[in-house]
């Protein structure tokens, strides 16, 4: 099935490529009607892959078997191609899938699709929809690419193809009201991120040089067991650089703004998915690449975790703006991630896939529920909009409290069971790191769910609550559309399914 995993990259990369090939002013509203297709055709082949992945004879399900207990394993690549690409630089196009990376490439299948099904409600403008569709589609591509590049110069180029393309839609379809704002939050994402490539890029040199290759498959297979020195140069660089992009604190100065500049699609897709790729990274590369020296720096790891899970819920705290509130919620739920990573164990490993899963998924729902108020009330100031929701929104702020609960940890919604395994593999890190750290780690970090509690409560009272009778009817404004409750209804009936249902997942990663 290699060819419908290189299908996967080159269907949307063309088809982008087609739409701005389109004479100016045509194909506007079919450019979304094009991009909905395209990237329901990418969702479908990227099923069709999962199920070829897992079915009863499949090769490569996780099991204990193949697992040292500190590390998160092998990669075992499926619908595998590995072609010599730069001989004189020993760089291979090396792609291949495995159940680590394969619910991720559908989670961002399943959000580009969703996006471009949304844009159906946008009134275009002449070069606008095009465009915008365009870019989303090379997005997926780069997305797609990092999670199965199976070379770490193959990773790095496609983990760069997603820059220019989400800085262009913050910095073009941005906050129509601020336009000095959207740029500048534009400009810092892009050279925040640029630097973290950089020093990722310079970390996988030095991997080069310790082992003489840059295929993830014959790394994960022969790790460098030795640490200190160049190793731990190396591990330095690729955590910082894939950190940045998560990103954790308090590297995250770049994320608030470019939240609250970005457009709905952007801030859904900037969530959902792009920040997957350094928590992805540091799962695929860091760890079964560099062991010995990951384990040196994962109690750093994970108090910069730790730091980001409070730091993130006291900033929210303090939001009036309902889309920076979402996006520090994202800088403590992925330090969550972070400190499930920092662990070394099957159960905080786990849990950090598990959650990088569920906050995709949530996330994405409650951007689009931020994004459908400020578009009714043209701004996202929880002072402007005012409150009783229920009673002007009345769906939208039942889906909004839904969301929140979920977002919160609430049992039997999706965000609760990476949150808990991750506590758990806090109270059992791997052998190599202190147990008595990360159990002040998993004690803090507990605190951190109470305050995300709180903030999301206090978020559903100020917003959804209060009498309706102190605003006038130009306040009530269109509920729920079609349109938006065919492209929510996935992620509505997703956050239940792996809620109810966590083993559906859980049953590829069985780490223990």
């Known amino acids: 099935?290699?060819?419908?995993?290189?299908?996967?990259?080159?269907?949307?990369?063309?088809?982008?490529?087609?739409?701005?090939?389109?004479?100016?002013?045509?194909?506007?509203?079919?450019?979304?009607?094009?991009?909905?297709?395209?990237?329901?055709?990418?969702?479908?082949?990227?099923g069709v892959l999962w199920w070829k992945l897992v079915r009863p004879d499949g090769p490569s399900v996780l099991t204990a078997g193949d697992l040292p207990r500190t590390l998160p394993g092998k990669v075992h690549g499926y619908a595998e191609t590995d072609v010599s690409w730069i001989p004189s630089l020993d760089v291979r196009f090396h792609l291949g899938i495995d159940t680590i990376s394969m619910p991720l490439i559908a989670l961002t299948a399943l959000l580009v699709f969703l996006c471009c099904l949304y844009s159906l409600r946008i009134t275009p403008r002449a070069g606008r929809m095009r465009s915008l569709i365009a870019l989303l589609l090379v997005i997926e591509t780069g997305v797609i690419g990092t999670f199965s590049a199976l070379d770490l110069v193959l990773f790095f180029l496609f983990f760069e193809v997603v820059?220019?393309?989400?800085?262009?839609?913050?910095?073009?379809?941005?906050?129509?009201?601020?336009?000095a704002g959207r740029r500048r939050a534009a400009t810092t994402f892009v050279l925040m991120t640029v630097l973290g490539s950089a020093l990722m890029l310079l970390g996988f040199l030095l991997v080069h040089r310790l082992t003489g290759s840059f295929d993830i498959e014959y790394l994960s297979s022969h790790p460098w067991r030795s640490s200190g020195g160049t190793g731990l140069k190396a591990a330095l660089l690729i955590a910082v650089g894939l950190a940045v992009k998560m990103p954790l604190w308090p590297l995250h100065i770049w994320l608030p703004d470019a939240h609250a500049k970005a457009p709905t699609v952007g801030s859904v897709l900037l969530a959902g998915v792009l920040l997957k790729l350094g928590s992805y990274g540091m799962i695929r590369i860091?760890?079964?690449v560099l062991p010995g020296d990951s384990a040196t720096i994962a109690p750093y790891l994970g108090g910069l975790s730790t730091v980001a899970i409070i730091a993130g819920s006291l900033a929210c705290l303090a939001q009036t703006d309902v889309k920076r509130l979402i996006a520090y919620s994202s800088v403590g739920h992925m330090g969550f991630i972070g400190l499930g990573i920092a662990t070394m164990s099957p159960e905080g490993l786990t849990g950090a896939l598990f959650a990088n899963i569920a906050h995709g998924i949530i996330t994405g729902l409650l951007f689009f529920l931020a994004g459908a108020i400020k578009d009714r009330h043209d701004t996202s100031d929880l002072r402007a909009i005012g409150r009783a929701l229920y009673a002007r929104l009345p769906r939208i702020g039942g889906l909004l409290t839904f969301a929140c609960l979920a977002s919160l940890g609430l049992p039997g919604l999706a965000g609760f069971w990476g949150e808990m395994l991750v506590l758990l593999g806090a109270y059992h890190p791997g052998n190599l790191l202190p147990r008595?750290?990360?159990?002040?780690?998993?004690?803090?970090?507990?605190?951190?769910?109470?305050l995300t509690a709180a903030y999301f409560l206090r978020l559903v009272r100020n917003l959804c609550q209060g009498d309706p009778a102190e605003y006038p009817a130009a306040a009530f404004a269109v509920d729920l559309s079609r349109i938006e409750l065919i492209a929510w209804a996935p992620?509505?009936?997703l956050t239940v399914f792996l809620g109810l249902w966590p083993w559906f997942l859980l049953q590829y990663w069985t780490f223990l």
């Open 286 to 288: 860091l760890l079964p």
């Open 163 to 179: 820059l220019i393309p989400m800085w262009l839609v913050i910095d073009i379809w941005g906050d129509d009201h601020d336009r």
């Open 1 to 46: 099935m290699s060819w419908l995993l290189i299908a996967l990259l080159a269907v949307p990369a063309l088809t982008a490529a087609l739409l701005w090939a389109l004479p100016a002013g045509t194909g506007e509203r079919v450019a979304a009607i094009v991009g909905s297709v395209i990237s329901g055709l990418v969702l479908i082949g990227s």
């Open 436 to 450: 008595t750290t990360f159990l002040v780690f998993m004690v803090v970090a507990g605190i951190g769910t109470v």
């Open 491 to 493: 992620l509505i009936v």
